[in-house]
């Protein structure tokens, strides 16, 4: 099969190439589905290699360059009329996307949308010449797919000694609802870091994880490694990284007839640090607006 898109260490991909794939994959999944459904399809549709998703962003290397292109791609379809997207961040094809079927469509909405934006900007710039105030110029990208605040945070954790985010994994889980929640440290127990035990109504799980501070991603064979040290001795796996997990990790996480891993990568550690407050705080501030209108009916 021809690929539509192809993505290497640095340069910029084929975008309308990636346009066109991410409306056959959500065609694929229904017409809707969530940024990481949609990502995966994506990269099985076209055959993305593991190498291809460990090249990372330079200025951010939990950040795939894959996944980074293909929300630029989801955000020219949105411009364009072809995409829409909830606040929940599921992403749902259009009356117009849902009849898009060749790369010259996609094409035509990528140079659409670069004129109209070229515009604006030139728009933005006289205005601020006549009026002699600068303009900060934004890029606007879709709408919860990159947050300073995680950037920040992962830059945080991977900086932890070893112990250290072994203690930040362990209160986790017992912040999660956990019991007995051991550390094994330098044990070198086949990659085992711990182990704990999830309650899930009347029925008790014993769970064994990992938990590696890693820039990049975490591949399929990581994952195999780690099913390896959990034969016969746990009813789950847990493996939580800093990194990303390519799509050929998580479908081996969730292999039939294997022991099933629960993969938690930097974007979702992140989150369930801010639920649990664990370093993280959230702060909510205070906007005023003066009426001016209401000051008329004095």
Known sequence: MRRRFQIGADGLPDLPGMMLVTIEALRDLGGSATIQELDERVIEL???????????????????????????????????????????????????????????ETRAIYELVNLEERARAKAKRGAAKSTGIEVEEAVDTESGDTEDWKSQLLGVLVSMAPDAFERLSQRLLREAGFTKVEVRGKSGDGGIDGLGVLRVNLVSFQVYFQCKRWKGSVGSKEIRDFRGALQGRADKGLFITTGHFTSQASDEATRDGAIAIDLIDGDRLCDLLKENKLGVETKMIERIKVDTHWFDGI
């Open 46 to 104: 076209e055959g993305v290699s593991e190498e291809e998703q460990s090249f990372a962003m330079p200025r951010d290397e939990n950040r795939p360059r894959v996944n980074y292109y293909l929300a630029w791609a989801r955000t020219y379809l949105k411009r364009g009329g072809a995409l829409e997207n909830s606040a929940r961040a599921v992403w749902a094809l259009t009356e117009a996307g849902s009849s898009i079927v060749t790369i010259e």
